[in-house]
């Protein structure tokens, strides 16, 4: 391909500009992936300065999360199983709800803190973890062109439902119990 083929009358990519969409949900996905699977395995394991799973159960159980080692363990869960998901395109609509009911709790745990240095994080996984259901994983994905990939409306409003329903019950099992 040369210049002069990759380039219009006015200078445009055209023939690029059929993939950088894609090309921008992989950077997304894979460094918000990332950080979320990150955080999980601190979660979890102690990695990367985190508290592991003691200390983590200990910090559910202080924010009122009894019993901690479930609540602490659940978050771990979803948090690195999510984020693993959403890093390699797959099952994007399920990953995203399991981002968004995860960090309902999130928000709901810092909420006091207020929108800056409280649930900004939370709100900003959020916000990705809602969108990518709609817009799909792109064609970088396992899930790109394979029976089962799904994203669009139904499916990003239907992530979201399964988030809200599964985030409101973890709020209101921690009232609960």
């Known amino acids: 391909m040369t210049m002069r083929s990759v380039l219009d009358r006015t200078g445009t990519a055209t023939e690029l500009d059929g993939v950088a969409t894609d090309i921008g949900l992989l950077i997304v996905r894979v460094v918000f992936g990332g950080l979320l699977a990150a955080h999980g395995a601190q979660k979890l394991f102690g990695w990367w300065g985190g508290p592991g799973l003691q200390a983590n159960a200990d910090g559910f159980e202080q924010m009122g999360y009894n019993p901690g080692k479930v609540f602490g363990t659940l978050a771990g869960l979803t948090e690195l199983g999510g984020g693993l998901l959403l890093l ?4 994007t609509p399920l990953a995203g709800a ?26 900003l996984f959020a916000v990705v973890g809602a969108a990518l259901p709609f817009t799909g994983p792109g064609k970088f994905s396992l899930d790109a062109g394979r029976p089962w990939g799904r994203h669009g409306f139904v499916w990003g409003v239907g992530a979201l439902i399964l988030a809200v329903v599964t985030g409101a019950l973890t709020l209101i099992l921690k009232w609960a119990l």
């Open 88 to 91: 390699l395109g797959l099952l």
């Open 98 to 123: 399991m981002v968004v009911g995860t960090m309902i709790n999130a928000i709901n745990a810092t909420w006091a803190g207020g929108l800056l240095g409280g649930y900004e994080m939370g709100l």
